[in-house]
């Protein structure tokens, strides 16, 4: 890859294009107007996230070959779409055993936007209040799998994990990064709540 954007700063107009875009990424400012065809053809691969994808990558429909939506089931299917606008084809991975995100709407105003949508029928799918991406994701996707090995944590946690959660399904992998004496102490202490709720 290096040896590839090396060649594409070696085009003039690419190059200033690129510094172009790069300006504009400092200083904050809208990047609609730039060709981003031409920068996807240097740096194929993107990393952001779902909120500020808005603000740096311009609203269109297939930009991206493949999107992958990581953590999915923290993210809510409406701050979702204009990612999954954006892409070909997208891959959801997730836990439905992880909290989800927080929705301050009320249940009222959910509902009437699906009685204003004629979407009464299917509000139990696309509740964007209580579902996650995730949960949407399982319901219509025509693939799924599932990866069954936690690589990041205390293995004596994740032990507990396994078998409180996930039925024993999935396999602590140990990793010498995680090793401790005692993965849980526990400490009774006498304390009061001050002003902020901090005890």
């Excluded at 904050?28 to 060709?35: D, Q, S, T």
């Excluded at 089931?73 to 959801?92: E, G, H």
């Amino acid at each position: 890859v290096n040896e590839h954007v090396r060649e594409s700063l070696t085009d003039s107009k690419l190059r200033t294009e690129l510094l172009y875009f790069a300006k504009k990424l400092r200083k904050g400012l809208p990047v609609a107007e730039i060709n981003f065809q031409t920068l996807l053809n240097v740096f194929p691969v993107w990393c952001t996230t779902v909120t500020e994808i808005s603000d740096n990558i311009p609203l269109i429909s297939n930009l991206f070959d493949v999107v992958i939506i990581d953590e999915a089931s923290q993210c809510d299917i409406a701050t979702a779409l204009p990612v999954l606008y954006r892409a070909r084809k997208v891959i959801v991975v997730g836990d439905n055993k992880q909290l989800k995100f927080m929705s301050f709407l009320p249940n009222n105003i959910h509902d009437v936007l699906y009685h204003n949508l004629s979407m009464t029928q299917h509000k139990l799918c696309y509740n964007y209040k209580d579902n996650s991406l995730f949960d949407l994701a399982s319901v219509f996707s025509p693939k799924s799998y599932y990866l069954d090995k936690q690589f990041r944590g205390c293995s004596e946690i994740m032990e507990f994990s396994r078998e409180t959660f996930y039925n024993s399904l999935i396999s602590p992998a140990h990793s010498p990064l995680f090793t401790v004496q005692e993965p849980v102490v526990v400490s009774r202490i006498d304390g009061k709540l001050n002003k902020n709720g901090v005890n």
